[in-house]
């Protein structure tokens, strides 16, 4: 005998309902298989024989007030019905999830409270698609999120609530790292004398480097002598310098009005030791160098890094060096400044971690020597 | 103003509980996802529990770029707790290669369960021996884009115990015994694609599984496509085949509901032809018992004796046709429907002709089977254009299918008076005799 046929002979005996209370105390009845497409209620119904009659209806938890239990219950009709296409069952979601942030919210968590996960998948992706693209201060508007980190919580590094092994660690390498840095900076100051020598030859090889781009320069200076090379790839650097410079001004303005530099605004002003920031769209030089710790913390073979990076770099790199070292010494709330005002303006560079400092000055000084 | 307005509303999306937040987060791109950390210090924390990882470099060539790409995925990844439940990356050759290696043994140590890697290389030197026995791997995804061939490497002992989804594309397989050790390491499969993959000269495709319900093999390229595909797979319901190899075994495919064959080209000479009509009759002779078939490819003046090609096909009741007839797809349908007995539904594509004797050709060119007219419920035309050839096939049809319900024609796309056009046709085809009564007529 059909569904249908019985329907016809017994139509009162055919519906049967589930007794639900909400947390404020009213109850109501719900067609059962309607209320049991939820998993927590089917649980009690069948683990606990609840929601029979009035006198033990379920109650449901508190996060689900009467109103979203009309929604849920809504959804629920709709979709536990079988013979529905999948076609149909998209465009019923898509006109369903139509609404206010603020419902949505407590949609997600009532459904999350019964344990029904289509639909919590539902709205958690309408919540992505309201949040996806949009700058921290937009957000912040839409779902009223208090804006309670304080300028320096959102630069520094994440506190050592946890006194977890890890971040002591990473701790240790910062100080490594700066002493290092420490040392290159004296070996700079032998160098920088000897540099000068080469600035003059650099004049005829001006109009083949001025019409290139930086990758085929290089590749002719490899094939070049050396004694060529680093006057090259100084002024290749120097160019380029400037050319980054203007170009992350340009950059600078333009990321204002975006999302993801809405946040390097914020964050750009990195530190050593300053860790979670996503380098997105142009970095600061300080990031890179704890972004170095991180790639050796990996336990990755980094020896070869150094060689991957050409001459023309180094130089541009020690520079870079210099200025960090001097920044390190100087004070922290001065350095606070100096930074927020200068990040914008740094571009990414990668800092070889290369523990033989010595190897790199003595192969500089081969080709200088040149 | 906006601070005020701020203050008055009512954080609602913070009360969810973390599990929720992260599912949140996890469909966004890790980017984004990362950076509401500095939204308050409620959503601080909740960035380092999301499970899915997306990342993706935009296919940024410049140096810094990549620099930052890279270390933005190292702190990423130093900063997560918890296991990775999906792990998608998307990078070129800007990449440094060990740093990529070490991204996918960190989701393979954090018992990933997806792993989907869109790689643009030169050469494959960054895929860790370890994905190839990871216990917890569901879904894998290798897709590779390369000038040159890149040979996958594969440990000896290859062990998949959860694995159930495997696309593998723009890779070539070294030699049979890889293939043969991939494939029967994985217990579970249910899911196989392999696309655009090299075969060597002389391979035999092997595919042997108890578990798999889907299986693609599409647009492999062998030598001279000297190469041999071996399938044995009896929960199979739906085998899709994209040019066709030197020869096809095909072993107890008895739960094979749909197949899809692309037959590519079927060149006008007999070598061809002879290959081609054996690996035909294997392939058809082995779906035997398939219920909705698509067919496509560009037929040569050989298919005119199709049945030499395709057999009988019994249990087919659905037939979708798109191919470029050479001689015409007025000569061939006759003899081509006559190997489906119990079709009911038929989708046809029309399309353009290569022959030039063409408008010689009288609708129709022979008789159509006369179980047809007693079955066909379902006929529609795609791309209809409305020359007359169409029209006569559509007035035939009309006139004979006795049990037709549902007659749908699709015109082709036309950037003018689309709607004008439509309802032209509309008029012109409602004007026709139709022998079944409960018949409709759409034109979309």
């Known amino acids: 005998m059909s569904e249908v046929d019985m329907a016809v002979i017994k139509p009162e005996m055919m519906k049967s309902y589930i007794w639900l209370q909400t947390a404020d105390g009213s109850i109501q009845q719900v067609e059962q298989e309607v209320a049991m497409f939820c998993p927590m209620i089917c649980h009690e119904v069948i683990q606990k024989g609840m929601g029979s009659s009035k006198n033990y209806a379920i109650s449901l938890p508190q996060r689900v007030n009467p109103a979203m239990l009309s929604l849920i219950l809504d959804y629920c009709r709709f979709h536990q019905v079988p013979g529905r296409s999948n076609k149909e069952r998209k465009s019923f979601d898509e006109k369903f999830i139509r609404m206010d942030t603020k419902r949505l919210c407590e949609l997600t968590s009532a459904a999350d409270s019964l344990q029904l996960k289509p639909l919590v998948d539902l709205t958690s992706r309408a919540l992505a698609r309201i949040i996806e693209g949009k700058t921290p201060e937009e957000i912040r508007e839409i779902f009223h999120l208090p804006d309670d980190l304080t300028e320096e919580e959102k630069l520094e590094p994440l506190k050592n609530t946890t006194d977890d092994p890890r971040i002591r660690l990473l701790n240790r390498l910062y100080a490594k790292k700066r002493k290092e840095l420490k040392e290159r900076e004296k070996l700079k100051n032998v160098e920088v004398e000897e540099e000068r020598v080469d600035d003059r030859s650099v004049d005829d090889l001006l109009s083949f480097i001025n019409g290139d781009n930086g990758d085929e320069v290089r590749e002719f200076c490899f094939a070049d002598s050396k004694g060529i090379k680093t006057s090259k790839s100084k002024k290749k650097n120097r160019r380029r310098k400037d050319q980054q410079k203007s170009t992350s001004a340009n950059e600078a303005n333009k990321n204002h009005s975006e999302e993801s530099n809405g946040l390097n605004s914020v964050c750009h002003s990195s530190e050593v030791g300053q860790k979670i920031r996503p380098s997105i769209g142009a970095t600061s030089n300080l990031q890179d160098v704890e972004d170095d710790i991180f790639a050796n913390k990996n336990e990755f073979d980094d020896g070869d890094i150094d060689d991957e990076i050409d001459p023309a770099l180094k130089e541009k790199l020690d520079r870079e060096v210099e200025d960090f070292a001097r920044r390190l010494n100087s004070d922290w709330p001065e350095r606070m400044q100096e930074i927020l005002s200068l990040g914008q303006e740094r571009k990414a560079v990668h800092f070889p971690l290369n523990g033989n400092g010595s190897v790199r000055r003595y192969s500089r000084a081969e080709m200088i020597s040149k | ?444």
């Not at chain 2, 991204?103 to 370890?130: F, Q, S």
């Not at chain 2, 019994?314 to 050479?326: A, I, Q, S, V």
């Not at chain 2, 529609?380 to 169409?390: A, H, R, V, Y």
């Not at chain 2, 032209?424 to 026709?432: A, Y």
Request: charged share 25%; net charge positive; with cysteine.
């Open chain 2, 1 to 444: 103003m906006a601070k005020q307005a701020r203050m008055e509303g009512v954080d609602r999306i913070s009360n969810l509980p973390d599990p929720i937040l992260s599912h949140i987060l996890s469909f966004l791109p890790t980017k984004e996802a990362v950076a509401t950390s500095i939204l308050s210090t409620r959503w601080s924390k909740i960035f380092s529990q999301i499970s899915n990882l997306n990342l993706d470099d935009h296919c940024k060539r410049r140096k810094s770029d990549s620099y930052s790409f890279m270390n933005f995925v190292d702190r990423v990844l130093f900063y997560r707790i918890g296991v990775v439940d999906k792990f998608h990356l998307k990078c070129g050759d800007s990449i440094d290669s060990y740093r990529v290696d070490g991204w996918i043994r960190y989701a393979l140590l954090n018992r990933v369960r997806e792993l989907d890697l869109c790689l643009k290389v030169k050469e494959l030197n960054m895929v860790p021996l370890g994905v190839f026995t990871c216990k917890t791997l569901e879904v894998l995804r290798l897709d590779i884009y390369s000038k040159s061939n890149i040979v996958l490497k594969l440990p000896v002992e290859i062990c998949y115990p959860s694995l159930k989804i495997l696309h593998l594309s723009g890779i070539e397989f070294s030699d049979d015994d890889s293939i043969q050790r991939l494939f029967s390491g994985c217990s579970v499969l249910e899911e196989l694609v392999v696309d655009r993959c090299n075969l060597k000269h002389r391979c035999k495709f092997n595919v042997s599984s108890p578990t798999l319900q889907r299986l693609t093999i599409a647009y492999t390229k062998g030598y001279y496509q000297d190469y041999e595909i071996v399938i044995d797979a009896p929960s199979l319901v739906y085998f899709k085949c994209c040019h066709l190899p030197k020869s096809f075994l095909l072993k107890n495919l008895n739960s094979l509901v749909e197949a899809c064959v692309d037959f590519g080209t079927v060149f006008d000479c007999y070598d061809s032809f002879v290959y081609y009509n054996k690996a035909a009759t294997d392939l058809f002779k082995g779906i035997s018992n398939v219920q909705s078939l698509h067919l496509s490819g560009i037929f040569a003046e050989v298919f005119l004796q199709v049945s030499n090609i395709i057999p009988e096909l019994p249990k087919l009741t659905y037939l979708n046709l798109d191919g470029y007839f050479f001689v015409g797809w007025e000569r061939v349908l006759p003899d081509l429907l006559a190997c489906f007995p119990g079709l009911e539904a038929l989708v046809f594509k029309v399309n353009q002709h290569y022959s030039c004797d063409i408008s010689r050709v009288k609708f129709p060119a022979k008789a159509f089977p006369a179980f047809l007219w007693s079955q066909l419920r379902t006929f529609k035309i795609l791309s209809f254009k409305g020359q007359k050839n169409e029209f006569q096939m559509v007035e035939y049809f009309l006139e004979y299918a006795q049990v037709l319900e549902n007659f749908t024609v699709q015109t082709r796309e036309r950037k003018q008076d689309a709607a004008n056009w439509r309802s032209k046709i509309t008029k012109k085809l409602s004007k026709l005799q139709k022998v079944s009564k409960k018949c409709k007529v759409w034109v979309v």
